[in-house]
């Protein structure tokens, strides 16, 4: 097979578990030319995805007629023989059965499915198994479908900087930023975009009050946009030397190469932290209690032995979604030893 397009046209989290995916089908199809359909706000990251050959950029279902006519034209233009859709749509079911793709396969959920000719049953909604091995077994079945062996991924990290690049990064951090290159850095992303619940801002406020005092640590209170406002307030509430707010960069893969400066991670479940985790850093996540949102569904794809996972720990299924039940003195010290394991031994 001379191309095939992969489809993971929505969030970065959800483009960032496709990626053990991609590894998978890149070694099992070496010459295979894999075309990724993405957001433009994914699109750097896709470009320099190691196992992605292309990128066409998709103008989105809430794009002018215009704009998704040029999407469909370009994948038109490929004349793809075949295309996985990792995301199961109405807009990309209907989008690639316009297209011509004669392969079309999908999980099979929601009505619209009928409009691949090839579909997987896997019940995602059960929240067995994580969600970068329901996209793996995926993978798994086109390639058992078009009869050619599975050569399985060598796993993590899943996408590397150069050391050179890494090195300069961390100097233009520690010159812009006024970070302290002699304590090891942990970034803390405290904003989730709405994307997942959330530990509130006493919860953080408590949280890194407790490592600042445990940990000799430089504190990166990273930010997007319409973060930027509550990073401050929170770095304002804490007033401590070694909690710098980061909330400049120079786009999505400017942001990957200082992730990849840092010593350790700590989020809720957003896309930051799934990016951190492609680069193999050590992670510790808060999760909702609920199945479909747990840590078992939502697992970041580093070293298993890399992540640590809190939720709140009830069996009323009224309150697994409530992130106040997580007691942050409670946690502390389990996440304070976790941390130290990958701090530089002095």
Same mark, same amino acid.
């Given at each position: 097979?001379?191309?095939l397009l992969v489809v993971r046209n929505d969030k970065l989290g959800d483009f960032v578990l496709a990626w053990p995916a991609f590894a998978l089908l890149k070694a099992s199809m070496p010459k295979t030319r894999l075309i990724a359909l993405v957001p433009s706000y994914t699109a750097p990251l896709a470009r320099i995805c190691p196992y992605l050959d292309g990128v066409i950029v998709d103008a989105?279902?809430?794009?002018?007629?215009?704009a998704k006519r040029e999407t469909l034209e370009q994948i038109r233009a490929q004349k793809f023989p075949a295309v996985i859709s990792f995301f199961s749509t109405s807009y990309n079911a209907f989008l690639l059965y316009k297209a011509h793709i004669p392969f079309r396969l999908a999980p099979a959920t929601k009505l619209i499915q009928f409009l691949y000719n090839h579909r997987l049953r896997q019940r995602r909604s059960l929240s067995i198994k994580p969600e970068f091995e329901y996209n793996l077994d995926l993978a798994r079945y086109f390639l058992n479908l078009?009869?050619?062996?599975?050569?399985?991924?060598? +796993? @993590?990290?899943? /996408?590397?900087?150069e050391q050179t690049e890494i090195l300069t990064q961390a100097d233009m951090l520690k010159r812009?930023?006024?970070?302290?290159?002699?304590?090891?850095?942990?970034?803390v992303h405290s904003g989730t975009g709405g994307s997942s619940p959330n530990l509130s801002f006493q919860q953080w406020t408590e949280l890194i009050k407790g490592l600042l005092d445990r940990l000799d640590v430089q504190i990166i209170l990273s930010a997007g946009p319409d973060e930027s406002q509550n990073a401050h307030a929170l770095a304002d509430s804490i007033g401590h030397p070694h909690i710098v707010v980061y909330d400049k960069n120079e786009g999505m893969v400017d942001f990957?190469?200082?992730?990849?400066?840092?010593?350790?991670?700590?989020?809720?479940?957003? +896309? @930051?932290?799934? /990016?951190?985790?492609?680069?193999n850093v050590p992670t510790c996540a808060f999760y909702p209690a609920r199945a479909s949102a747990a840590p078992l569904r939502w697992q970041p794809i580093n070293d298993p032995s890399k992540h640590l996972a809190f939720m709140p720990q009830t069996t009323d299924t009224e309150q697994e979604m409530n992130m106040a039940l997580i007691e942050i003195p409670q946690i502390l010290d389990p996440l304070v030893a976790f941390i130290q394991q990958y701090l530089p031994q002095t």
């Open positions: 097979m001379e191309k989105g279902r809430n794009a002018s007629k215009k078009q009869n050619l062996e599975v050569v399985e991924p060598k +796993g @993590p990290p899943y /996408l590397c900087f812009r930023w006024g970070l302290d290159s002699a304590k090891p850095w942990v970034v990957a190469r200082s992730l990849a400066c840092a010593h350790f991670f700590i989020s809720a479940a957003t +896309g @930051p932290l799934h /990016l951190a985790s492609a680069l």
